[in-house]
């Protein structure tokens, strides 16, 4: 993580990642060029509370697996910022925190459309805004309605950036259900990651 003093512009991307992806390595990729950002920090969550339902792979496995894929790549970094801390993984907290620890950087919080959507009814969603500007990587064929996410959130005016970016027709979700079913993952996840999950047998027996 950037050490204090520090002012150069960060990308945050969290997310469960898994497993990881080639498609977040472009989105990120896109992003970190469209913005100038000098460096994305993948922040894997610890709890998600959009996805309570859902069966996380462990922790240990999630961010291996993450450190395998942004290996060679200095401008991609991992932070287990969400991992160390129990409770659910908030936005806003997330973000919170990295300020207090870096509070000459820059923060420029990475998202898709779908979550720009539902951004006024995440927790504390004015904070989340006021403590980074957003960077939104958007299909090339869509279109946001940003007057009425200022409609509904009026602190977002003027901190959100649109980035059309590269279709990608990869999911964690369609992933972990090849893996299930025995079909290859080959090519749309990094090698070393597909290696990961063969050796230590992930998502064999999982939805």
Do not use: C
């Amino acid at each position: 993580m950037a050490p204090p003093g520090d002012s150069r512009r960060l990308g945050i991307l969290g997310g469960t990642f898994d497993p990881v992806h080639l498609g977040h390595l472009i989105i990120a990729t896109e992003l970190a060029e469209a913005l100038g950002l000098d460096k994305v920090l993948f922040v894997p969550a610890g709890r998600p509370p959009h996805k309570a339902d859902l069966v996380v792979s462990p922790d240990r496995d999630r961010l291996a697996m993450l450190r395998l894929a942004l290996s060679g790549n200095p401008a991609f970094a991992v932070s287990t910022i969400e991992l160390d801390r129990p409770g659910p993984s908030y936005t806003a907290d997330l973000l919170a925190t990295l300020s207090q620890q870096i509070p000459d950087a820059h923060l420029i919080f990475l998202m898709g459309e779908d979550s720009l959507r539902d951004l006024p009814t995440w927790r504390d969603p004015a904070a989340i805004v006021q403590a980074a500007e957003l960077g939104v990587a958007m299909r090339p064929d869509s279109t946001a309605d940003l007057e009425a996410i200022y409609h509904s959130l009026p602190e977002a005016r003027g901190r959100i950036h649109i980035v059309p970016t590269t279709l990608i027709g990869i999911s964690s979700s369609q992933l972990r259900f090849r893996a299930r079913t025995g079909r290859s993952v080959r090519y749309q996840v990094p090698e070393l990651v597909e290696s990961y999950m063969q050796v230590n047998g992930l998502y064999q027996d999982v939805p």
